[in-house]
């Protein structure tokens, strides 16, 4: 499944990002402000 979320770099939402992408799903985000030390973990887990 894919996932889109919107506010992506919260640390709420990068967690929930890396949760959804370790069990297999598609992850993409979008968020207004996007900026380290979020940024980077979602870099690092490769999620656009």
Same mark, same amino acid.
């Given at each position: $499944?894919?996932?889109? %979320?919107?506010?992506?770099?919260? #640390?709420? $939402? ?11 799903? %598609?992850? #993409?985000? +979008?968020? *207004?402000?996007?900026? =380290? =030390?979020? +940024? #980077?973990? %979602? *870099?690092?887990?490769?999620? =656009?």
């Amino acid at each position: $499944m894919h996932y889109h %979320l919107i506010g992506i770099c919260g #640390t709420a $939402m990068a967690s929930l990002a890396g949760m959804l992408q370790a069990r297999g799903h %598609l992850v #993409t985000g +979008s968020d *207004e402000n996007v900026y =380290p =030390p979020m +940024s #980077t973990m %979602l *870099e690092s887990l490769g999620i =656009p």
